[in-house]
């Protein structure tokens, strides 16, 4: 199975509720997910990652960057490939301000992932931690789990979930 992830708040921890990791240094990984990868990868799953990076068209940080946090986040999990979109419909940054078939909920990044993986959408599944990504498999026809389920933790409050 074609196994993706979602990045901040499904494989990594918000640094402040809301707020995704932008440097390095601000990305900690949730303690149980390298264990976790690695016994996904041993039982013959492939493993990729697809994130929003908006961050990129408010100049937060630049599409290298973003590259380049995303390319880290995949090595520590053994991840075959990953996907990044860092347009927004309200940014800042001209080039990226606006919307794209890559940018979740639109399905872009996962029918890239399962075309370049040679996966079919019955065997790939998308775990991911907000509504949008929910949305995003069904526009992509694949299922999908909940991070908190998927990875055993306590379930966001509905309080924390509005905050994101
Ligand atoms: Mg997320």
């Given at each position: 199975m074609l196994i993706i992830f979602d990045k901040d708040g499904t494989l990594v921890q918000n640094p402040a509720p809301g707020r995704p990791a932008n440097t390095l240094t601000e990305q900690v990984l949730y303690p149980d997910v390298v264990?976790?990868?690695?016994?996904?990868?041993?039982?013959?799953?492939?493993?990729?990652?697809?994130?929003?990076?908006?961050?990129?068209?408010?100049?937060?940080?630049?599409?290298?960057?973003?590259?380049?946090?995303?390319?880290?986040?995949?090595?520590?999990?053994?991840?075959?490939?990953?996907?990044?979109?860092?347009?927004?419909p309200r940014g800042t940054v001209k080039r990226a301000k606006r919307d794209s078939r890559f940018r979740k909920p639109n399905p872009g990044m996962i029918q890239y992932l399962m075309d370049a993986l040679?996966?079919?959408?019955?065997?790939?599944?998308?775990?991911?931690?907000?509504?949008?990504?929910?949305?995003?498999?069904?526009?992509?026809?694949?299922?999908?789990?909940?991070?908190w389920e998927f990875f055993g933790r306590p379930a966001y409050s509905t309080e924390e979930q509005q905050r994101r």
């Open positions: 264990e976790r990868c690695a016994q996904l990868r041993a039982e013959g799953h492939t493993l990729a990652i697809a994130t929003n990076q908006g961050g990129v068209a408010f100049g937060h940080f630049d599409h290298h960057a973003a590259t380049l946090l995303v390319k880290t986040l995949a090595d520590a999990i053994g991840a075959d490939l990953y996907a990044l979109c860092v347009t927004h040679g996966f079919p959408p019955d065997d790939t599944l998308y775990v991911g931690d907000m509504e949008s990504d929910r949305q995003t498999a069904e526009a992509a026809g694949v299922r999908f789990a909940w991070a």
